[in-house]
C-alpha cells in the first residue's frame, strides 16, 4: 500500500506546482490535495493535476477541526506538507481575521491531527509512525523588514509588521512549540517571494504581466525601490523536498533564490519582455504604462533570505537566475492567458 502524504493548499500557486513535481518524481506516495478553494485556487490547477494515478482531492477547510479530523481518520495519512495560508498582505489589512482563522486556527488543527495520529503521549511516537512527518511553509516576512544590507538567518528574531506576516509568526511558533512539548516529528522552512507558472493574479508579476497586456496603467507602490529576493517556483518545490526527507527534525531551514531585485527593476523587465516576446500594435513601449501609486501601509523595505544551511546541509542550489526565471515565467503566462484577471 503505498503511503499516503497530505498536501494543504494544494490548488494555489506553490501547493499545485509541489504537488505535480512530487506526483511525478514520487510515484510510490499517494497525494491528497486538502484546499477550500478560496478565490486565490485555481480550477486550472486541479485539471492539471487530475492526470496523475497518485493523486486525489479533497474539498475542505483546516479551520474546521471536525473536518481536518475526518481527513485523518479516513487515511493513513503518514506525511503532511502544509502550504494552505491567506498570503496577500493588502487582504490581512483590509480583513485581518481570515488570516488569522486560517493560518493561525488551520495550522493548530492539522498540528493536532497529527499529533493525535502519530502520537501515544509526549515523546512517545506510535509504533509505525516513526517517519511521519509534518513540513511547515512560512515566510521571510516573519523577520520583518532590513535595511540596505543584511539578510535573514535561521536566528533572526522576529519582527512581523503586518496581518498576514504575524498570523504566520504564530503558526511558526505553534510548529515548533509541537516539537518541543510533544515531540512531532516537524521541519519548517522560510522561503523569499516566489514566482513562475500558476501565480494568482492578483501578485506582483502577473498583474504586471496583466495590465500590460490589457494596456492599462501599471500600478508601482511608492518610488518602487522595495528590494525582494525572488525564488523560483520550481527551485522552492526541489527545496521543500529535501527538507521533507532529509531535515533534521525541529530544525528551520531558510530558502532563497539570491535574486534581490526592487520591484521597478522587475516591472521593467517584464515590460522590456512583453516589448520583445509580444510587441504592441501602436508601436508603443509597454513601459509607458508604468504608474506610480501611494505606498501602502507598512510596506516593508527589503527582504533578503540567507539560504546557507539548506545549501550546507541538504545540498541545495537554485537552478534559476532571475533573469531565466522571469522569462519562462512571461512565456508561461502568454501562452495561459486564462490565468490572468
Given at each position: 500500500?503505498?503511503?499516503?502524504?497530505?498536501?494543504?493548499?494544494?490548488?494555489?500557486?506553490?501547493?499545485?506546482?509541489?504537488?505535480?513535481?512530487?506526483?511525478?518524481?514520487?510515484?510510490?506516495?499517494?497525494?491528497?490535495?486538502?484546499?477550500?478553494?478560496?478565490?486565490?485556487?485555481?480550477?486550472?490547477?486541479?485539471?492539471?493535476?487530475?492526470?496523475?494515478?497518485?493523486?486525489?482531492?479533497?474539498?475542505?477547510?483546516?479551520?474546521?477541526?471536525?473536518?481536518?479530523?475526518?481527513?485523518?481518520?479516513?487515511?493513513?495519512?503518514?506525511?503532511?506538507?502544509?502550504?494552505?495560508?491567506?498570503?496577500?498582505?493588502?487582504?490581512?489589512?483590509?480583513?485581518?481575521?481570515?488570516?488569522?482563522?486560517?493560518?493561525?486556527?488551520?495550522?493548530?488543527?492539522?498540528?493536532?491531527?497529527?499529533?493525535?495520529?502519530?502520537?501515544?503521549?509526549?515523546?512517545?511516537?506510535?509504533?509505525?509512525?516513526?517517519?511521519?512527518?509534518?513540513?511547515?511553509?512560512?515566510?521571510?516576512?516573519?523577520?520583518?523588514?532590513?535595511?540596505?544590507?543584511?539578510?535573514?538567518?535561521?536566528?533572526?528574531?522576529?519582527?512581523?509588521?503586518?496581518?498576514?506576516?504575524?498570523?504566520?509568526?504564530?503558526?511558526?511558533?505553534?510548529?515548533?512549540?509541537?516539537?518541543?512539548?510533544?515531540?512531532?516529528?516537524?521541519?519548517?522552512?522560510?522561503?523569499?517571494?516566489?514566482?513562475?507558472?500558476?501565480?494568482?493574479?492578483?501578485?506582483?508579476?502577473?498583474?504586471t504581466i496583466s495590465m500590460a497586456l490589457k494596456l492599462k496603467p501599471i500600478p508601482v507602490y511608492g518610488n518602487g525601490l522595495n528590494?525582494?529576493?525572488?525564488?523560483?517556483?520550481?527551485?522552492?518545490?526541489?527545496?521543500?523536498?529535501?527538507?521533507?526527507?532529509?531535515?533534521?527534525?525541529?530544525?528551520?531551514?531558510?530558502?532563497?533564490?539570491?535574486?534581490?531585485?526592487?520591484?521597478?527593476?522587475?516591472?521593467?523587465?517584464?515590460?522590456?519582455?512583453?516589448?520583445?516576446?509580444?510587441?504592441?500594435?501602436?508601436?508603443?513601449?509597454?513601459?509607458?504604462?508604468?504608474?506610480?501609486?501611494?505606498?501602502?501601509?507598512?510596506?516593508?523595505?527589503?527582504?533578503?533570505?540567507?539560504?546557507?544551511?539548506?545549501?550546507?546541509?541538504?545540498?541545495?542550489?537554485?537552478?534559476?537566475?532571475?533573469?531565466?526565471?522571469?522569462?519562462?515565467?512571461?512565456?508561461?503566462?502568454?501562452?495561459?492567458?486564462?490565468?490572468?484577471?
Amino acid at each position: 500500500m503505498p503511503e499516503t502524504i497530505l498536501v494543504t493548499g494544494g490548488a494555489g500557486f506553490i501547493g499545485s506546482n509541489f504537488i505535480e513535481y512530487f506526483c511525478r518524481k514520487y510515484p510510490q506516495y499517494h497525494v491528497i490535495n486538502f484546499d477550500k478553494l478560496t478565490y486565490a485556487a485555481n480550477q486550472g490547477n486541479l485539471r492539471d493535476l487530475a492526470q496523475f494515478a497518485n493523486y486525489s482531492f479533497v474539498q475542505g477547510d483546516l479551520a474546521d477541526k471536525d473536518a481536518v479530523n475526518a481527513l485523518f481518520a479516513a487515511h493513513q495519512i503518514r506525511g503532511v506538507v502544509h502550504f494552505a495560508a491567506e498570503s496577500h498582505v493588502d487582504n490581512s489589512i483590509k480583513n485581518p481575521g481570515a488570516f488569522i482563522s486560517s493560518n493561525l486556527v488551520g495550522t493548530f488543527n492539522l498540528l493536532e491531527a497529527a499529533r493525535h495520529a502519530w502520537m501515544e503521549a509526549p515523546h512517545q511516537v506510535k509504533s509505525g509512525c516513526e517517519s511521519c512527518r509534518f513540513h511547515h511553509i512560512s515566510t521571510d516576512e516573519v523577520y520583518g523588514t532590513l535595511g540596505s544590507e543584511g539578510s535573514f538567518s535561521e536566528t533572526t528574531p522576529y519582527a512581523p509588521n503586518s496581518p498576514y506576516s504575524a498570523s504566520k509568526a504564530g503558526s511558526d511558533f505553534l510548529v515548533r512549540a509541537y516539537f518541543h512539548t510533544y515531540g512531532l516529528n516537524v521541519t519548517t522552512s522560510n522561503c523569499s517571494n516566489n514566482y513562475g507558472p500558476r501565480q494568482h493574479s492578483e501578485k506582483l508579476i502577473p498583474h504586471t504581466i496583466s495590465m500590460a497586456l490589457k494596456l492599462k496603467p501599471i500600478p508601482v507602490y511608492g518610488n518602487g525601490l522595495n528590494v525582494r529576493d525572488w525564488l523560483y517556483v520550481l527551485d522552492h518545490c526541489k527545496a521543500v523536498d529535501l527538507i521533507f526527507h532529509q531535515g533534521a527534525s525541529g530544525e528551520t531551514y531558510n530558502v532563497g533564490g539570491r535574486n534581490e531585485v526592487n520591484n521597478i527593476t522587475i516591472v521593467k523587465t517584464i515590460c522590456a519582455l512583453l516589448d520583445e516576446l509580444e510587441p504592441r500594435r501602436d508601436d508603443k513601449k509597454y513601459g509607458e504604462l508604468i504608474t506610480f501609486v501611494t505606498d501602502r501601509p507598512g510596506h516593508d523595505f527589503r527582504y533578503a533570505i540567507n539560504p546557507n544551511k539548506i545549501c550546507s546541509e541538504l545540498h541545495w542550489a537554485p537552478d534559476e537566475t532571475f533573469a531565466s526565471g522571469i522569462r519562462k515565467t512571461v512565456e508561461w503566462y502568454l501562452s495561459h492567458r486564462d490565468f490572468l484577471a
